[in-house]
Nanobody, 125 residues
């Protein structure tokens, strides 16, 4: 069992930046592949980014590639999402998720067993 708590959301202007954090407790973070998903009102939960247990491999959704960066600090049990060049369509609740999958970098939300409560990020035009 692992508990995940996100923070860092808020209001940003288009073109600006936000940095989200996700702190894990209950188990050491290195046991998990970690990811960020987001969900806008009336839309499905969307894959944003994922990172391998050691941090050496990452993958991104097409809509954020080149603008967002996922990273992790296993010593601090924390995962980050640096969001740059924000657009109004990035407005959503952002969720941190943990997977025990044996294959690399899953993008399907069904492969993630543990979820945080989410943090709202709003981008004004």
């Amino acid at each position: 069992q692992v508990q995940l708590v996100e923070s860092g959301g808020g209001l940003a202007q288009a073109g600006g930046s936000l940095r989200l954090s996700c702190v894990a407790s209950g188990r050491t973070l290195i046991k998990f592949i970690m990811a960020w998903f987001r969900q806008a009102p009336g839309k499905e939960r969307e894959f944003v980014a994922t990172i391998s247990r050691g941090g050496g491999s990452t993958a991104y959704g097409d809509s954020v590639k080149g603008r967002f960066t996922i990273s992790r600090d296993n010593d601090k049990n924390t995962v980050y999402l640096q969001m740059n060049s924000l657009k109004p369509e990035d407005t959503a609740v952002y969720y941190c998720a943990a997977s025990v999958a044996s294959f690399a970098l899953p993008r399907n939300k069904n492969d993630y067993a543990y979820w945080g409560g989410g943090t709202q990020a709003t981008v004004a035009s």
